[in-house]
């Protein structure tokens, strides 16, 4: 249930609604809007009685919400959220290149790639420090080093630098040095380390699970939103299927699902998605295609020597041509004209 506040209302009658839902045994959580100001009533299992609500003072009209979600929501929160990570705003009209290697390497490499990429397109720059590897054997990543590196590069270069965080311990670190933190595929469902998320004032980028449901991976963006950060980015980065020719399938379908149902800004990270480098220009053509808000590419000046997912990796030389297929695209009125594109709405 979303209680919608006249536009008169005082902050007295907000609080006066607040401590009604308290009473009824629910929690109230206010969602800040440009034109409106509306309190969202969660934590109800039955329906909630709107009839004692809609009779509070400056209260306009109840809403009842009908997907599990609330605060992730459109019916909630009408306007797409732009997130800035930051000078760079991630969810307005323009497609934003995310770019770098899977994991942050040598300082001279690092910084020399976050150039390469600059020049190529790239507004963010993203390598982990801290690698969630399939095999123990292979490479973890640099940890504080590749922090101090990336910090290096926001400085150096210009760029905003965005790294995947893995667990609850070395959050506050990282904040020191990155502009956003991404939580993994793996940790989709690591609920301390979203719990402890959803208190930092930095953006999250949330990829999702390998096995998240549509519904799953949104709820986890609701435990960031209810808990008080609301600078989420979501990413779709490709889930575990019957297909074994490529590294995963990318489900471009919840490109369009996002945009109609959710205020986040959507993501779509083809190389994790695909696996193979020689496919990630076209699947980042079809994400572009399908309405994403940005990409997030592996690239590296010289690929193959990657420390982690070479094979998925593609070169400065392509992350531009990708560049140039972005401005083609969107420069397709028919196709993303605000009005005759229902994802872009
Ligand atoms: C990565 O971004 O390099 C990574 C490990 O991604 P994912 O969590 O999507 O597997
Ligand atoms: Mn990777």
Redesign the pocket.
Known sequence: MLVIMRKDSSADQCSGVEDAIRRMGFTPLPVPGADRTAICVTGNRDPVDSALLSRLPGVLECIAVTRPYKMVSREVHPQTTVVQVGDVKVGGSEPVIIAGP?SVETEARTIAIAEAVKQAGAKMFRA?AY??RTSPYSFQGLGEEGLVTLKKVRDQVGLPVVS?VVETETIDLTLEYVDAL?I???NMKNYSLLKKLAKVRKPVLL?RGLAGTFEEWLMVAEYLLSGGNEQVILCE?GVRTFSDHSRNTLDLNVVPLVRQVSHLPILV?PS?GVGKRERVRSMCRAAIASGTHGLLV?THTDPSTSY??ADQTIDVESLRGISRDIEILVGLEDLFGHESNPAVA
Do not use: F, V, Y
């Open positions: 899977c982990g690698k969630p995947e991404q993994g595929a793996r990829k980065r990270d994790h592996e982690s997912d």
